[in-house]
C-alpha cells in the first residue's frame, strides 16, 4: 500500500524559505511532483522530478523553486524561496508509480504572511 508523509509546511514572513518533504513507500516511483490549491481554484502542478533527475516548474516560480529527490528514501523536496503572499496555498505532494498508478498526498498548508 502506498503511503505518503507531508511535512514543512507553516507560517512565514514575505521573503522567507520554506522546504517541503514527503516521503513515499509501498512501491518504486517515476515522477514526483508537487501541486497547490488555493480555495476557488483548481490545483495546478508547481514542479515535477523524474527518477533521473529531470525537472519541470511552473513559470511564476522558476528561479525561486527547487524541486529534488532522494531516491534510495523515496523522498521529494521543494525549497522555497523568496516566497510572496501569492504562494499561500495548500502543497500536495503527488506520486506516479511505475505500475502507472498515481498518489496524492494530504496536503500541508503554506501560508506567506507578515
Known amino acids: 500500500q502506498v503511503q505518503l508523509v507531508e511535512s514543512g509546511g507553516g507560517l512565514v514572513q514575505p521573503g522567507g524559505s520554506l522546504r517541503l518533504s514527503c516521503a513515499a513507500s509501498?512501491?518504486?516511483?517515476?515522477?514526483m511532483g508537487w501541486y497547490r490549491q488555493v480555495p476557488g481554484k483548481q490545483r495546478e502542478l508547481i514542479a515535477v522530478i523524474t527518477s533521473g533527475g529531470r525537472t519541470n516548474y511552473k513559470d511564476s516560480v522558476k528561479g525561486r523553486f527547487t524541486i529534488s529527490r532522494d531516491n534510495a528514501k523515496n523522498t521529494v523536496y521543494l525549497q522555497m524561496n523568496s516566497l510572496r503572499p501569492e504562494d499561500t496555498a495548500v502543497y500536495y505532494c503527488?506520486?506516479?508509480?511505475?505500475?502507472?498508478?498515481?498518489?496524492w498526498g494530504r496536503g500541508t498548508q503554506v501560508t506567506v504572511s507578515s
Open positions: 503527488n506520486v506516479h508509480t511505475t505500475q502507472l498508478k498515481e498518489y
Open positions: 509501498g512501491s518504486t516511483f517515476n515522477v
